[in-house]
């Protein structure tokens, strides 16, 4: 789940596409890049790091145009190394940048198709590399002159549709013609549309989220579709067209548990909302595990579970407290590449104010649990801090099964809910009592907010992987490539087994 942006200004767009990352670093915080094209050159800037710390003014002074795309990464493929920062670039045909959220399941066999049949190489392990190759090998194809049009670059992005498969949001900018946006055909990864009127005429923003086009001015047009493509040239004219034959709505549901900002709509339904009725069906839960008046006081993981946590306690009549303190300047624990980096900074990150805790019976609440590095820790501090009883409850359910679209948990030994009952993930964290919310009350929950999204993604949940191709022998190669980070400089592993991979420490 990387941040993406792409825009069309009639000014120069390097500070507001610098802007949008800044309100998308939530999405991505191991790399950063922007690139701008005037005329038919690109400029562009991208290496490791947060957005404020990746861009220096003479960085920003070298980025000129007036249209342009950017990224943050949280690498789910490939490695975390520089050189697979995004945007990624291809010099035919025309000049490509192109930026990506996602994650594709069959790219090390197109990669050999590349390789093979369209004569393409592929310098680094991304799988965003191997998207950008399709893309610039389709328009290739269907390119008859020395000019491209809105119809041979639809007829393109149909050909990628029919060759890609997993989740793949995307931005991209052909030099001197303009910015192009997709999305898959299942739509796991969000997308969205904003305008801004100007004196000048229209500019657009392509986004991953609503609050990168609200924090900078734009007004929310609509959401991408799934398998739809817009393509905005120069002159600001805009075309869409669908390219996908049977595109369905299927969001990935962990944007609505912990991923997306909850000041962003996606795909119609408020995230803010989504995570309180979250909370309402957890206290239902809850009420029916946990005896009542067994609770003193109710208090969030901060941040992502607040809205889950203060409508919990609404609902069940709890007294709602702050009982950790969060150091504003440590980033999302969940989007660290790394076990150790990770469970260092929760430590460093959340700060227990002991008065709150001392001979209460607390009810911690966090959004989910997935590795439970949080959830150890937490409730290791609250009892350091005096609690007498430490009851968890998680506004998602169990995250039992590795996930392929775009967040990085692919092997399923990571995950402290497999091969674990209830009882046994309570005794790993070592609280007293655990209340998980249900699959079918997540479900509910934010079909509630926009009864169009009543078919989500939510393989990490229920082990159900919406395009189809994900076997349990994929599965298995996942994880011995995760497993194996340097099995293929090392012993030479074949080539079947090496797949692409963010690859641990
Ligand atoms: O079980 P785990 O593997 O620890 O992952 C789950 C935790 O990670 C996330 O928090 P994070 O610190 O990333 O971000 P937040 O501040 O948005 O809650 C999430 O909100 C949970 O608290
Ligand atoms: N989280 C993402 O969207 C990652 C994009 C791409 N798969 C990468 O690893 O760079
Ligand atoms: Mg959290």
Redesign the pocket.
Known sequence: MCGIVGVVSNSMVNQVIYDALLLLQ?RGQDAAGIATSHGSSFAMHKANGLVRDVFRTRNMRSLPGNVGIGQVRYPTAGSTSEEEAQPFYVNAPFGIVLAHNGNLTNAEQLKIELFKNDRRHINTDSDSEVLLNVLAHEIQQATTSYSLDPATLFGAIRRLHNRVRGSYAVVAQIAGYGLLAFRDPYGIRPLCLGISETEKGPEYMIASESVALEGLGFKFVRDVEPGEAIFIDEDHKMYTQQCAENPTLNPCAFEYV?LARPDSVLDGASVYETRLKMGEYLADQVRQQISSGAIDVVMP?????RPSAMQLALKLNLEYREGFI?NRYIG????MPGNVS?RKS?RQ?LNAIGAEFKGKSVLLV??????????REIVQMARESGATRVVFASAAPPVKFPNVYGIDMPTRQEL?AYGRSDEEICREITADALVYQEVSAMRRAIADVNPRLSSLEASCFDGEYITGDITREYLDKLEWARNHPKARIEDGVPSQLNLNLARSE
Do not use: E
């Not at 966090?366 to 959830?375: A, E, F, M, N, P």
């Open positions: 939530h912990y993981i901060p941040d992502s579970s969060k999302r624990t969940f989007i990770r929760v990150k966090d959004d989910s649990i997935v590795r439970g590095t949080t959830s402290i």
